[in-house]
């Protein structure tokens, strides 16, 4: 009997080491794919799930600008620097320095070597946004037990995800792909619970055979206006990023894949 | 043995069953304005002149109209026409969708008018380009005349459609038109569509008049004059043109507001240096003192369901919130932060209280629950006061005073708004200097 | 040489303004205490050694001893001129909310209506409007303009 059970557990654990040691084998090439790697970058962020990634990113993609703008100029190591005065990196958002400016003719230069300081980040620093991410809100104590929050969610999910077959960093990948197709419907009341959960069938290409709202009859329902807004702008988002980034392996395991789309964190932040 | 089996199967069971469906939460997403492309509207060739309207351009007006709605919400991003890839008559008939998203567009406005008869018959369309389906389309008839409103309307009918919330472009904003020296100021009442077009003044700026407001209808206005240097509230007919004082009070009435079913008007009357709140009943004329303190009591605001009144008030030792309800029972105080607080507005949701803060020499526009929880300041500067709320209770309109110089020159009062995000603050067109706006309902339900 | 003279010049000029300026400003900043315009600038009188208005500090409808003289005078005035009928202004300046100004300067200018009627002038010869902000003196955006914004003017009606 003893006996019986010890050999049970040995071969599984042996079953469970290999689909362990397989899995992330075989999934490992298209890491090295360039497209993807680009867009790894911003995965890594997004994967720490900080509530600021959106500024974050918009930060990056300004640094990036800036660094294309001013490739022959040489740049000090800032790492040191920019930590120092973590204050001083501008909140990306336009609107409010166009306010400030408005606001109290506030010497416009002061706002200048704020947004070049931004750029002295290095790329590989920029890998580390979710620090900076952090560093960027003043009010990061208050978010910070909320970061602790989402990390135990994305643990979770991790673990989630690795069970069903996508690596994190496929996972990831398609993450970053929809976050960039999603319009977010910018009107929505960040305080309504709004959840919408498209599920859909997919060709090993990637495109979409079919999309379908899991609460569908509550979008013709009076008084949720919002909701259906949410559920058109997430279908939007769906059908703009096709062909989605799938793995090229294990069609099986990803045919069909369901998105859970919540605003809530984005509209409050 | 057969314990072995049953927990191998167990076990094939569990990872079957884990990969049965994967689910990947979406959380975060692209926060700029959405972008829409507004195609002008095709005038039908069988169109005839109007008087005093160019036909031929109607189209492109309207949807110049639509186009700078929507920019200014700050939620959209209208696309510039040049990329336009068909045209007019034939995208409304049926979009190529696939083209219209090559320049990134994700939804489209189409639509085609026709005169005919001295009748305007004007249709459109909201096309999801992603989804490559229609998802509303309206068609509205009037006269010619009225183009503009139809195109407010539109705006109001596609920005419902996307955003989920009614909006608030058919509307007018009543204010003070400002001129001359700010030691001789003259002022007028000046009434004028939200996109600063087709402005009327209702005053001939012989006396000095403030603080206009509407009913909500939008046929009445209260404001205060000082007509033969009585300040008095009075009450204005915007059609008709008739005014009448409102009640018989023996000295100043001041700071009118409508009640919410505008039956009523609430108002300040300051005897022998104190200032109480007041309604008069309109039908009836009956006037009700409903605060009584030796204190200043002023600005007062109903919320939208009536049962409450908002209100500042000096009882304190500085200018706080106070709110009550409408008989004056309950007074509690709201505000407890650091500096002064006026001019309460209740949002026409009913969930938020609007004010001016005034601290450390600035002066903030800002929003809080109707508890005084959640304080959210806006926008700061020298000098602004008095946000009246959009219709449907996302836009604050508010005035604000600037000077060149220290010594008054280049001094200057204009009308501004907020998105009580506290994002999208812009300055609203106006014909002169102007202030204490008021924000009508929406013309058309 | 020529040069020379006419730099000196220029620099006794400068040197001048400065001087001037130096004490203009310094007169100004005396001109208030604590809160309270206490200077001649902007006083009119009702008659000789009559002035015809008090100042107030701010947000307060208090009157100050200087104040108070200057009612007296008023009241003094106003009993050797008896069909002469006033009305008070009350004003403040321009750090208020419009409405509550309103309030204010009519509580100011009841302060000094009724301190002149303590002093055994009649009420009924006495109206009182307030114009809040919108009649300042001084339309300077500084704490001199609003102290001196900041008052109860008595005005003859006949």
């Known amino acids: 009997m003893i006996r019986s059970l010890i050999y049970s557990i040995t071969f599984h654990s042996l079953l469970v080491l290999l689909t362990i040691l397989s899995l992330p084998f075989m999934l490992r090439e298209p890491i090295d794919l360039p497209p993807i790697v680009s867009v790894e970058l911003i995965q890594i962020t997004d994967k720490t799930s900080i509530p600021y990634a959106p500024k974050a990113r918009k930060i990056i993609e300004e640094t990036k600008k800036k660094e294309e703008e001013r490739l022959v100029s040489e740049q000090a190591p800032p790492a040191a620097k920019a930590k120092e005065k973590p204050d001083r990196i501008p909140l990306p958002n336009e609107k409010k320095e166009e306010k400030q400016i408005i606001k109290k003719k506030q010497n416009p230069e002061e706002v200048k070597p704020e947004i070049r300081q931004s750029s002295e980040f290095e790329k590989k620093e920029i890998v580390d946004t979710n620090q900076i991410a952090a560093l960027i809100d003043k009010a990061k104590e208050v978010e910070a037990v909320k970061k602790k929050e989402k990390e135990k969610i994305t643990q979770s999910s991790q673990k989630n995800s690795f069970a069903t077959g996508l690596t994190l960093s496929q996972e990831d990948a398609l993450r970053a792909q929809i976050f960039g197709c999603w319009s977010v419907p910018l009107g929505l009341p960040y305080d309504k619970d709004l959840l919408v959960r498209i599920k859909l069938q997919l060709k090993k290409d990637g495109t979409i055979i079919k999309s379908e709202i899991l609460d569908h009859q509550r979008m013709n329902t009076p008084g949720q206006k919002f909701y259906k807004v949410l559920a058109e702008s997430a279908l939007r988002a769906v059908r703009l990023c096709q062909p989605l980034k799938v793995p090229p392996t294990g069609y099986d395991k990803w045919k069909n894949l369901q998105l859970n789309f919540n605003p809530a964190e984005m509209l409050e932040g | ?445 | 040489m020529m040069f020379n003279k006419n730099l000196k010049n220029i620099l006794l000029v400068i040197f001048a303004t400065l001087v001037l300026s130096a004490c203009s400003t310094a007169k100004k900043s005396g001109n208030i205490d604590g809160d309270v315009y206490t200077g001649k600038e902007t006083v009119e009188y009702l008659a000789s050694g009559v002035p015809d208005r008090v100042f107030f500090a701010t947000n307060k409808s208090s009157l100050t001893t200087a104040a108070r003289e200057t009612l007296r005078k008023q009241a003094t005035y106003l009993r050797k001129n008896k069909n002469l009928n006033v009305t008070i202004e009350g004003h403040a300046d321009e750090r208020g909310t419009r409405e509550y100004n309103l309030a204010l300067g009519e509580r100011r200018a009841n302060a000094a209506r009724d301190y002149l009627m303590t002093y055994g002038i009649s009420g009924n010869r006495i109206a009182v409007i307030s114009y809040g902000k919108e009649k300042p003196v001084n339309p300077a955006g500084t704490p001199l303009a609003w102290s001196q914004n900041r008052r109860s003017v008595t005005v003859k009606v006949n």
């Open chain 2, 1 to 445: 043995m057969r314990k072995a089996l049953l927990f191998f199967f167990i076990n094939i069971f569990l990872i079957n069953k884990s990969f049965a469906l994967i689910e990947v939460d979406i959380t975060r997403g692209n926060l700029d304005p959405l972008p829409i492309a507004i195609s002008p509207l095709h005038v039908d060739i069988k169109s005839e002149n109007y008087e005093g309207i160019k036909i031929k351009d109607l189209g492109e007006d309207i949807s110049k109209i639509i186009e700078d709605n929507f920019r200014a919400t700050g939620l959209f991003n209208p696309l510039k026409k040049e990329a336009f890839v068909q045209k007019p008559d034939i995208a409304h008939l049926k979009p190529r969708f696939e083209d219209w998203r090559l320049i990134k567009a994700q939804a489209l406005v189409t639509g085609k008018l026709l005169v005919l008869d001295g009748k305007l018959k004007v249709e459109f369309r909201l096309w999801d380009l992603a989804a490559a389906k229609e998802m509303t389309a309206l068609a509205f008839t009037t006269t010619p005349s009225n183009w503009r409103r139809v195109a407010h309307i539109i705006s109001d009918k596609i920005y419902e459609r996307l955003t989920g919330e009614e909006g608030y472009f058919d509307t007018r904003i009543i204010y003070v038109s400002e001129s001359g020296p700010k030691e001789q100021r003259v002022k007028k009442l000046a009434i004028m569509d939200q996109d600063g077009a087709n402005t009327k003044y209702l005053t001939l700026g012989n006396e000095l008049v403030l603080t206009p407001r509407f009913n909500p209808t939008n046929q009445m206005v209260t404001y205060m004059s000082y007509f033969r240097n009585m300040p008095r509230v009075y009450l204005l007919d915007i059609e008709t043109g008739t005014q009448e004082v409102v009640g018989n009070f023996p000295g100043m009435t001041f700071a009118p507001r409508f009640s919410p079913d505008g039956k009523k008007i609430v108002m300040s009357f300051a005897k022998d240096g104190n200032s109480d709140i007041y309604t008069m009943d309109l039908d009836t004329r009956v006037v009700e003192r409903i605060t009584d303190h030796s204190s200043i009591d002023t600005s007062p605001s109903f919320s939208p369901d009536g049962k409450f009144i908002a209100f500042n008030s000096d009882r304190s030792g500085l200018q706080q919130i106070y709110v009550m309800r409408s008989d004056g029972s309950e007074v509690k105080r709201i505000t407890f932060g650091n500096g002064i607080y006026g001019t309460p507005v209740w949002s026409p949701r009913g969930d938020l209280i609007a004010f001016t803060k005034m601290r450390k020499g600035s002066f903030y526009i800002g929003v809080m629950r109707v508890d005084g929880s959640g304080e959210r300041l806006l926008t700061e500067n020298y000098y602004q006061e008095a946000p009246s709320w959009s219709p449907n209770g996302r836009v604050l309109v508010f005035y604000r005073e600037t000077k060149s110089g220290l010594k008054g020159e280049g001094f200057s009062a204009k009308l501004w708004s907020i998105d009580i995000t506290g994002y999208n603050e812009r300055r609203l067109k106006t014909e002169t200097d102007a202030s204490d706006p008021s924000w009508s309902s929406l013309l058309t339900k």
